[in-house]
């Protein structure tokens, strides 16, 4: 079976802090959800994370090891494994995103509003700015489910990294910038799931006290990982562990099309990897 699949990429959210996010707690403690943490690839750096996430390729083997590095990946992303299985596409994403898979050097101008048939992410809402409200980045991807009804959408907010570089991981104001996107994603994802929907909610990276990322510490390296839908096994297998560079291939099975990434952990239900296989 084929799903539609919705990917919520919260950038810079620690594993630490991502706990203190209730509704989505909440899902997981009344059996509508799966959860785990999982550790980052390195460097803990958003655009080698971006690309580690969105192709299953490893920073030191694609090349994009900082974020310094604009060009377009060279490696097949979700995207580009979408487009060539027929599915349609489209990303409410920072535009580092939109320079990894559709043009480079982006071009606010151009870029900004994307809506081309012929490019991995057809439709697409892209920011520059790290502020950039949480609030209307969600419903900038609300609005690209509605108008275009693509088979895989990206979501990605910055607002919880922001705050984390302003203020560090100890800080109130980065605990209730992630309660701020738990409660926003409490009045999406009830509908999300009502239509079917698969949903994938992690981030790249997390966040130090020394107001930034990039290396080794546990803080740094260990994000969240929320599965929901009923493609998902009714609770997380007992010894499954999952890796960042197998979330592309998890994506690619619950489109249910083909592809030769690094394979994930059985998360899905028996029935439904039989007929994706």
Request: aromatic share 10%; glycine share 8%; net charge negative.
């Amino acid at each position: 079976m084929q799903h539609k699949v919705i990917v919520v990429l919260v950038d810079g959210l620690s594993a630490e802090v991502a706990h203190t996010m209730g509704y989505l707690t909440g899902m997981v403690e009344a059996e509508r959800g799966l959860y785990t943490t999982l550790s980052c690839a390195l460097p803990s750096l958003s655009r080698p994370l971006y690309e580690c996430i969105l192709t299953g390729v490893p920073p030191v083997t694609s090349g994009i090891t900082h974020n310094g590095v604009s060009r377009l990946s060279q490696h097949e992303s979700i995207f580009h494994l979408a487009r060539a299985a027929g599915k349609s596409t489209a990303a409410a994403a920072y535009h580092w995103v939109s320079e990894l898979y559709n043009r480079s050097p982006w071009l606010a101008l151009r870029d900004r509003y994307t809506h081309d048939e012929k490019l991995p992410i057809q439709h697409g809402c892209f920011y520059w700015d790290d502020n950039y409200p949480d609030s209307h980045l969600l419903l900038d991807g609300e609005w690209l489910r509605t108008q275009y009804d693509p088979d895989f959408l990206l979501i990605h907010p910055m607002g919880v990294d922001d705050a984390g570089h302003k203020f560090g991981l100890d800080s109130r104001q980065y605990r209730n910038q992630a309660r701020r996107m738990d409660s926003l994603l409490a009045d999406l994802l009830p509908q999300w799931l009502a239509e079917g929907y698969q949903l994938v909610v992690t981030s790249d990276h997390g966040m130090n006290e020394d107001l930034s990322h990039g290396g080794t510490l546990p803080e740094e390296r260990s994000v969240p990982l929320w599965l929901f839908g009923d493609a998902f096994v009714a609770q997380w297998p007992e010894g499954a562990t999952i890796a960042q560079t197998q979330l592309c291939a998890l994506m690619a099975d619950l489109l249910g099309i083909p592809h030769d990434k690094p394979a994930a952990p059985q998360l899905l239900k028996a029935a439904f990897m039989r007929e994706v296989h």
